[in-house]
């Protein structure tokens, strides 16, 4: 749980800086949101890329279990 709590503040983070950047930027007139609107694919590529790799991540963690002790053996 905590380890959720702590990707999810995370998360939240990024967005905010993200969407700071976009803000300050377009303060000095360059327009962001064009070239948001014309790479928004870029970033669901990378959001599944994402969400991919942390799954086989899980997957091979949980696969990996240790190994019995034999020196307790009669």
């Known amino acids: 749980m905590a380890r959720q709590k702590h990707r999810d503040s995370l998360i939240w983070g990024i967005i905010l800086i993200v969407l700071g950047a976009i803000f300050l930027l377009e303060q000095?007139?360059?327009?962001?949101?064009?070239q948001?609107?014309?790479?928004?694919?870029?970033i669901l590529i990378v959001w599944g890329a994402n969400k991919l790799y942390l799954g086989l991540?899980?997957?091979?963690?949980?696969s990996e279990t240790p190994a019995p002790?034999?020196?307790?053996e009669i």
């Open 28 to 34: 000095f007139h360059i327009d962001v949101w064009d």
């Open 36 to 42: 948001v609107w014309r790479f928004w694919p870029v």
């Open 57 to 62: 991540k899980e997957r091979a963690e949980r």
């Open 69 to 72: 002790d034999k020196t307790h």
